[in-house]
């Protein structure tokens, strides 16, 4: 784990034009609450359509240092991000959701939308912890350790009404209007830079073709709350405790979705054939404590996931791969999937998607 501030370090110094744009834009979201003192904006941050930022504030109602999320500057980001209610979606967590949550999440003093859903602010408590490894991958132990926390939150939010906003059903009519596409210019991308093996684009294929309906059985028969972007990179360790930060994508589906995702996101790939089945079956004693499950259909509920995820890394190749760091981590999202289909049968998995 590298240290660091919330969801990264200090980056390079804004040019004049910039500092004064985000500076008019922290006051907005410290109205009330407090005056800036300093700003630095942090690198790493995890999603391209937010920034955020460290400040220091002179305030009887706030630390003396709080982190700021605002909306992406570039416009078509902005504009990607509201179509696909990205920003609504957190805000609407942070609102409605967090405090309830098992989830060990950041304090929010300050959450607010614009009416286009094009800007946002988050005024968040300053977590100072170790990010987990997302480059290098986390190990089989830690993976077990986050997998339980998420399984706490994940049978909460089965038995409980989940707010208008602080999700979208991973079936919506959106993603399946515009998603497809979208893997298929990731894929093109991905096969111009990358080594993606066979079984990796004929999974693309199958599940692009299936598309409706592999979403549609993702639903699952207990849909619960999901995180929807549970990777390394958005949890922190605080004293050997977990938190969980970046709710942008919170969907509502088969919890076990949440599972799949971390686990072809962030496990190292030659840890988890020996933890996987365990870790799955671990998972559903939690999440679903006291409701006697068949171990068989979680598990094939979790075969399908893990196909899908397959959509993720093409999501990110989309967006460009010229970033190095973003490049390598694409390159091993796709190792873990050549993996999966091989220990897993994920053809088979999508051929069938149980309903």
Not at 108 to 114: N, T
Not at 192 to 197: A, I, K, N, R, T
Not at 263 to 270: A, G, I, M, W
């Given at each position: 784990m590298r240290p660091s501030v919330m969801m990264g370090a200090l980056s390079q110094p804004m040019g004049p034009q910039l500092m004064s744009e985000v500076e008019s834009r922290v006051e907005q979201a410290l109205?009330?609450?407090?005056?800036v003192r300093n700003i630095n904006e942090l690198a790493g941050s995890t999603a391209f359509t937010s920034r955020l930022f460290e400040v220091e504030v002179d305030s009887n109602a706030l630390p003396d240092t709080v982190v700021v999320k605002l909306e992406a500057s570039d416009p078509a980001t902005q504009f990607s991000a509201a179509a696909l209610q990205l920003y609504a979606r957190e805000v609407n967590f942070f609102r409605h959701a967090a405090e309830a949550s098992p989830l060990r999440t950041p304090t929010?003093?300050?959450?607010?939308?614009?009416d286009d859903g094009m800007t946002f602010h988050l005024v968040l408590e300053r977590l100072v912890g170790g990010h987990m490894d997302q480059t290098?991958?986390?190990?089989?132990d830690e993976a077990v350790a986050v997998i339980s926390e998420v399984a706490r939150h994940h049978r909460f939010w089965v038995e409980r009404d989940i707010s208008p906003g602080v999700s979208l059903p991973i079936n919506n009519d959106l993603y399946l209007a515009v998603l497809p596409d979208v893997m298929d210019a990731g894929l093109a991308v991905a096969r111009?830079?990358?080594?993606?093996?066979d079984?990796?684009?004929?999974?693309?294929?199958?599940?692009?073709?299936?598309?409706a309906d592999v979403t549609s059985a993702l639903i699952g028969p207990t849909p619960s709350l999901c995180h929807g972007d549970l990777r390394a990179e958005n949890i922190l360790v605080l004293d050997n405790q977990f938190a969980f930060v970046d709710f942008q994508v919170g969907t509502h589906c088969d919890p076990v979705f949440d599972v799949a995702y971390f686990?072809?996101?962030?496990?190292?790939?030659?840890s988890v054939a020996d933890i996987e089945r365990d870790l799955v079956r671990s998972w559903s004693d939690e999440a679903y404590a006291g409701d006697a499950q068949d171990f068989d259909d979680v598990w094939n509920r979790y075969r399908l996931a893990t196909a899908f995820c397959v959509a993720y890394p093409l999501f990110a190749a989309a967006q460009g791969l010229e970033d190095s760091v973003r490049l390598t981590q694409v390159e091993q999202v796709f190792a873990r999937?050549?993996?999966?289909?091989?220990?897993?049968?994920l053809g088979s998995a999508v051929s069938r998607p149980a309903r």
């Open positions: 109205a009330g609450l407090g005056s929010c003093f300050a959450a607010d939308l614009s290098g991958g986390v190990s089989g111009e830079q990358l080594d993606v093996s079984a990796v684009v004929g999974l693309t294929g199958a599940v692009r073709d299936q598309f686990v072809t996101q962030s496990v190292d790939v030659d999937l050549d993996r999966a289909c091989q220990d897993l049968d």
